[in-house]
């Protein structure tokens, strides 16, 4: 399907793997012209080269999200390359377990910088851009603002944060038809995932029992088959589309199978 989104240019911020590479692959197939920001410059390199081997236009910058400055500098380098913004993906934001029985103050308070006020500093910053473009946002969230997950109470902040600033953002912004959506993700098959999983007591055991929980086809998330629906909510074919949070989990988060034998 042609999505529309020829020679648009569509910020992506996060390195050039796992969910990103899948968003940049597509959104490359559909003609977009994307424009990657993120901290490793080797990831994304390898990325970039593979896109631009393939005849697609991927530009990066290397940068830490955290700061309001790195920020706005990245969205001015993008501008003053191609002059316009039409969609900013905002997905970077590692896990990092900071709990109240054993966590400080201060790693809380800078984990929450790394994984949801640059989405904050990435929006005010393209802003001015997405309104003459009338362009389109999308927040890539984790499940766990819904669901929990064990020793992780500033991936559930982050997360809370990331799913409410969509609803404001969809609200503020209706006046310059700037639509803001979210696609929640759970188990995903990415190298991030992967190591995530390497990191746990029982890998094994620990990744049988999330398959588990997968109500359809039993198995994780794809790559692309989150980035088919961000390219999606980036459209025109969604234009009448916002303030949604819209899961692409297998029914993860909300479907129970029931047992075998009932």
Known sequence: MDLGLKNKVIIIT????????????????????IAMVGRSREDNQKLQNKIVKSGGDLFSVETELGEPAACEKAVEAIVQKYGRIEGLVNNAGADDPVVPESGNDERFMESLRGKLVHYYLMAQRALPYLKISKGAIVNVNPKTAETGQDNNSVCAAADGGRNALTREWAVELLKYSIRVNAVIVSAYCTPEYESWIRDLKNPNENIKEIIAKISLETRMTKPLEIAHVVAFLLSDKSSHTTGQLIHVDGGNAHLVKAPANT
């Open 14 to 33: 996060g390195s050039g793997s796992g969910i990103v590479e899948g968003i940049v692959r597509v959104l490359s197939e559909e003609g977009a012209v």
